[in-house]
């Protein structure tokens, strides 16, 4: 790549529009908010952030440059095939794309600050001309290993997968306070990881959402029956979600390259995963939601109408 200027600015171009349509989206703006409330010197508090119209503008061709040969290089490169390929026809790709160096790179370590508790445990934001307010609530999660990363896929799938999920049976099917609700785990192992719950409501019904979140995360009992149909649920889609190759490509990233596993540790993985999810308890997943979803380690971010 010579980065042309032209190009260059056509590209900012392209770049200040996105961050603009970033900027007026509520749910991006209270997630930003939620991760700058849990982290304070982790990357992660910057977590979906778009970025800033006043960098886009000072990037400069020998900034790109200079960035692309500090980083794309072989020692810093994974090449990740998947499907009905040749190898050797892949490889030569790969050379021209990245030619033979012997540059190294070291990267950064961070405080993956997973015991400290929350910056701040509750923000307001303000915009004009909403209709709707949003509801965002989330937690960190420290290490984990492999059993309990199914656990907290169980625990967080029963909040928030689907009609049957404890938000939309509250929210919802029992109250009509929301049409949208849900949630996301989110990170990464050099940096943590995340849950978060959200409900996009009335404006006037805020109060009485918020404090019925709180129920539902802190002191809600969970169901059985309940657990046994997202324990097998989940166990069943593990199977199917791996004859797409884009869930190969994602497990590579994550389970080769972040996780540092051996390749062959992905060899019979969605059977390996869907016979470890039906090896969860229920005591465990509620043993996890004692753990990780506490008034004092979950912190709430609110968007309503000015």
Not at 33 to 55: I, K, S, T, V, Y
Not at 111 to 123: A, F, K, N, V
Not at 141 to 155: C, K, P, Q, T, Y
Request: aromatic fraction near 10%.
């Amino acid at each position: 790549s010579i980065f042309p200027k032209p190009e260059l600015q056509l590209e900012k171009s392209a770049i200040a529009s996105e961050i603009r349509r970033w900027l007026d989206n509520d749910y991006n703006q209270t997630y930003h908010a939620l991760c700058g409330a849990l982290w304070r010197e982790n990357p992660l508090r910057n977590a979906g952030q778009a970025g800033l119209l006043a960098d886009i503008k000072s990037v400069t061709r020998d900034l790109l440059l200079k960035t692309k040969g500090l980083w794309f290089i072989p020692a810093n490169t994974v090449l990740i095939g998947t499907g009905r390929i040749d190898h050797d026809e892949l490889i030569g790709k790969a050379f021209r794309t990245f030619p033979l160096s012997d540059a190294r790179i070291s990267h950064p370590q961070w405080d993956l600050e997973s015991d400290e508790l929350p910056r701040e445990m509750r923000i307001v934001l303000t915009k004009p001309q909403r209709a709707n307010a949003i509801m965002l609530a989330g937690c960190k999660i420290g290490n984990f290993s492999e059993h309990e990363r199914d656990v907290i896929a169980i625990l967080h799938h029963m909040f928030v997968n689907g009609m049957a999920s404890i938000l939309s049976r509250e929210f919802r099917q029992k109250r009509g306070l929301s049409y949208s609700m849900g949630g996301d785990w989110s990170g990464y192992p050099q940096l943590g990881h995340y849950l978060t719950f959200y409900a996009e409501i009335d404006p006037e019904d805020l109060v009485r959402a918020e404090n019925l979140l709180r129920e539902i995360l802190f002191t809600l009992p969970l169901a059985h029956d309940l657990f046994i149909r997202t324990q097998e649920t989940n166990a069943e889609h593990i199977l199917t979600d791996y004859e797409s190759n884009a869930s190969w490509e994602n497990n590579i990233i994550g389970r080769v390259l972040y996780d540092n596993h051996p390749i062959e540790f992905l060899r019979n993985y969605p059977q390996k995963r869907s016979k470890s999810l039906r090896n969860v308890s229920f005591d465990e997943v509620c043993a996890m939601r004692n753990k990780l979803l506490r008034q004092e380690t979950t912190a709430f971010v609110i968007l309503k109408p000015e």
